[in-house]
């Protein structure tokens, strides 16, 4: 089991950058990978980016180039940096966890989630 607590979301103007961050807490050691969702009302959640045990960082198409993710092992928390932001990015976000050695975009791969944060743009 893992706590995850996000924070960072807030509002911009089209064109803006903001950053979410993602502390977890867990007494797990196996391999953990981590992802950031985001969701609109009335719509499933969407995966945007995966970070696997062995760092490697996939992107949802609809973010890449314009949304970097990392990830501060010491600090136990996950960032998402996100610039060139655009009025459908508009969204609640969420980070998510699972203790299993490959990652997805996909929501059903995880058991463990933030309360999520709030990101609005406007144009």
């Known amino acids: 089991q893992a706590r995850l607590a996000e924070s960072g979301g807030g509002s911009a103007q089209s064109g803006g950058s903001l950053k979410l961050s993602c502390t977890i807490s867990t007494t797990y050691t196996t391999p953990l990978c981590m992802a950031w969702f985001r969701q609109v009302p009335g719509k499933e959640r969407e995966g945007v980016a995966t970070?696997?045990?062995?760092?490697?960082?996939t992107y949802a198409n609809s973010v890449k180039g314009r949304f970097t993710a990392s990830l501060d092992n010491a600090k136990n928390t996950m960032y998402l940096q996100m610039n060139s932001l655009k009025p459908e990015d508009t969204a609640m976000y969420y980070c998510?966890?699972?203790?299993?050695?490959?990652?997805?975009?996909?929501?059903?791969?995880?058991?463990?989630w933030g309360q999520g944060t709030q990101v609005t743009v406007s144009s």
């Open positions: 998510a966890a699972e203790f299993v050695g490959y990652c997805s975009l996909a929501e059903d791969h995880y058991r463990n």
């Open positions: 970070i696997d045990p062995d760092d490697r960082i």
